[in-house]
């Protein structure tokens, strides 16, 4: 997934609070900036939060075995100042992510990947990028040059807008 988002032009760490994997370089990447964690309940957060600042010692919990979902422990907005310079913020689980004021035919350019097609499309801006023939968008995903599961993420958030 990281080489997925890493040849679109983001910036991605594998890391593991548990052996310790890409934590130097994670680290690293947070010198001074202030820098936001943000996930579901569940996903980690307060562990890593937890291995770069040990004194915090911050309440962690399991996964619930009932609902397969993290439990809500973190319920505020903390700052935490890094040792190595900038600061780390912490915010409470979040259960579903969505955008607001994106048209959608804005919503393409949000896909870093997609950027290079746009108009190229056989209906030009008008194309929706599903089954009209002649999409450069729908070619490129054949092609291999988007990945199949960003596009699918793309015609899902198109669909909610």
Known sequence: ?????T???????IIST????????FRQSLQGRTSIL???SG???????????????LQITDISAATGKGKHITT???????????????????REFGLWDV?????????PEMRPYV????????????????????AAVCAGQIHPLRYKSYMRIKEDL
Request: glycine fraction near 14%.
């Open 103 to 111: 048209a959608p035919g804005e919503l393409v350019y949000l896909f």
């Open 18 to 25: 548990r052996s310790g994997q890409g934590m130097h370089e």
């Open 38 to 40: 943000m996930g579901k």
């Open 43 to 57: 996903v980690g957060k307060s562990s890593l939060l937890n291995t770069l600042l040990p004194d915090l010692n």
């Open 1 to 5: 997934m990281a080489a997925r988002y």
């Open 7 to 13: 040849a679109i032009g983001y910036s991605c760490h």
């Open 76 to 94: 505020t907005l903390q700052m935490y100042s890094l040792p190595t310079g900038g600061a780390l913020i912490d915010t409470p689980g979040v």
């Open 119 to 138: 108009g190229q499309c056989r209906f030009g801006l008008d194309c929706r990028h599903d089954e009209e023939p002649g999409c450069a968008i729908r």
